[in-house]
């Protein structure tokens, strides 16, 4: 098995979330132990999707076919991540009560505005690196303040000058906290931020599913980010010409 059947595979197992009935053709694969799980494992996880890839097996009968000890890893890393999730959303809480207290208003992006809004029917599906959320630039520096105020620290001294906004102020951390913090004022990067930032989605935010004072993007904006998070902040474009 090659890398690139590899991620087809963990593709076709990921589609058994709104195709069940690929569960059959899943399973003759399985079966037919042409499937290299060590490489399956390190895309799946290469690509942060190793829980998700194991809550569609489990949820369409297929773990009886995989190795008990792949299972055994498979658990241990979803549950890490279900337990990783559940503290993101308490946190994502403590930010939103903490800033509203204070006039302000966040709006998560990403990840995180995905476990706000219920969008996986396991928590642990998606895995989530920091917590972004954003302002009306006027506004992050205040509520950049108001964090280091309150428990969190920068990972590195910056001064004034290096403030200056790109698309996010830089990280910052709470040693009682589980993921770092990335107060946005441009969702995308800023030679392309006049086509989707601010101004564009502000209209259009919704309260959480999940957290009643917490705001996300509406639908269609939250699936604009994703499209261009990879394809211009990460550089997609650029590496698959």
Not at 9 to 36: M, N, T, W, Y
Not at 77 to 95: M, V, Y
Not at 146 to 173: C, D, F, M, W
Not at 180 to 195: D, F, N, Q
Request: proline share 2%; hydrophobic share 40%.
């Amino acid at each position: 098995m090659t890398n690139k059947e590899a991620l087809l595979f963990v593709g076709k197992c990921l589609s058994l979330s709104v195709h069940p009935e690929r569960a059959s053709a899943i399973q003759e694969i399985i079966q037919s132990e042409l499937v290299d799980w060590n490489l399956v494992v390190y895309q799946s996880s290469n690509q942060l999707i190793l829980p998700a890839l194991y809550i569609n097996l489990k949820r369409n009968n297929l773990l009886s076919y995989l190795p008990a000890e792949l299972i055994s890893h498979f658990e241990e890393i979803t549950n890490l991540n279900r337990e990783r999730n559940i503290s993101i959303l308490s946190q994502a809480e403590n930010i939103t009560k903490l800033l509203i207290e204070n006039g302000l208003k966040p709006v998560f992006l990403k990840g995180t505005a995905h476990l706000l809004d219920n969008l996986y029917g396991d928590i642990a599906e998606r895995m989530v690196g920091d917590i972004d959320f954003i302002l009306d630039e006027k506004d992050i520096l205040k509520a950049y303040h108001l964090l280091l105020k309150n428990g969190y620290h920068q990972l590195l001294n910056y001064s004034k000058a290096e403030l200056g906004l790109g698309r996010h102020l830089p990280r910052i951390v709470n040693k009682d906290e589980i993921a770092a913090v990335e107060i946005h004022g441009r969702i995308i990067l800023p030679k392309y931020s006049k086509t989707f930032g601010w101004t564009q989605v502000k209209n259009n935010l919704k309260k959480s599913k999940t957290l009643t004072d917490a705001l996300v993007l509406s639908d269609s904006d939250l699936i604009l980010n994703n499209i261009m998070n990879v394809q211009l902040n990460d550089k997609a474009k650029s590496k698959y010409k």
